[in-house]
T-cell receptor, first 111, second 112 residues
Framework: DAGITQSPRYKITETGRQVTLMCHQTWSHSYMFWYRQDLGHGLRLIYYSAAADITDKGEVPDGYVVSRSKTENFPLTLESATRSQTSVYFC??????????FGPGTRLTVL | QKEVEQNSGPLSVPEGAIASLNCTYSDRGSQSFFWYRQYSGKSPELIMFIYSNGDKEDGRFTAQLNKASQYVSLLIRDSQPSDSATYLCAVNKAGGSYIPTFGRGTSLIVHP
């Protein structure tokens, strides 16, 4: 299917566990992004990538790790999940026209 | 001060009225401006973008940009209950950056 997908859509985990959220896009967009969205904070950028093997920190990178070995995939790993990382996570991609296309989101709960 | 400011609302308008959503930004060199709509429980989707001063119309939507005053607005004419959503303003900084800064969004409620 064309577009941008995220998996899993829902995840419940425990404090201290490692969690990986997956993002896949079929457009070959150069840029990919990870955001978290929390009430009162709006969308906050965690990490972004301008191309394969190029990643950079956003506004709230602490506790997260990303990689981008292939253009189409941009996984986000929480190395040791904390309750404060309970959130809705959105992946997005864009070409050089600036417009961002968002995935459906992953709702993560850390107990 | 957040770089992109929006009134969180909710903004409540009757069906058929004009809804006016506003956004101010702090980086005077910003070049690209976007409005995204986000329904409850869904992901944001782009509805308008504007690069130049003035108005840009697309159907019932009009984006207005005033770089001198550093604000961008979105007008929704003939508002419908289906327009009820959160509207996010996003701004790309100067220098060819493709990294937008989002406002916190304004909640719009259109009541019948």
């Amino acid at each position: 299917d064309a577009g941008i997908t995220q998996s899993p859509r829902y995840k419940i985990t425990e404090t201290g566990r490692q969690v990986t959220l997956m993002c896949h896009q079929t457009w070959s967009h150069s840029y990919m992004f990870w955001y978290r969205q929390d009430l009162g904070h709006g969308l906050r950028l965690i990490y972004y990538s301008a191309a394969a093997d190029i990643t950079d920190k956003g506004e709230v990178p602490d506790g997260y790790v990303v990689s981008r070995s292939k253009t189409e995939n941009f996984p986000l790993t929480l190395e040791s999940a904390t309750r404060s990382q309970t959130s809705v996570y959105f992946c997005a991609s864009s070409d050089r026209a600036d417009t961002q296309y968002f995935g459906p989101g992953t709702r993560l709960t850390v107990l | 001060q957040k770089e992109v400011e929006q009134n969180s609302g909710p903004l409540s308008v009757p069906e058929g009225a004009i809804a006016s959503l506003n956004c101010t930004y702090s980086d005077r060199g910003s070049q690209s401006f976007f409005w995204y709509r986000q329904y409850s429980g869904k992901s944001p989707e782009l509805i308008m973008f504007i690069y130049s001063n003035g108005d840009k119309e697309d159907g019932r939507f009009t984006a207005q940009l005033n770089k001198a005053s550093q604000y961008v607005s979105l007008l929704i004419r003939d508002s419908q209950p289906s327009d009820s959503a959160t509207y996010l303003c996003a701004v790309n900084k100067a220098g060819g950056s493709y990294i937008p800064t989002f406002g916190r969004g304004t909640s719009l409620i259109v009541h019948p």
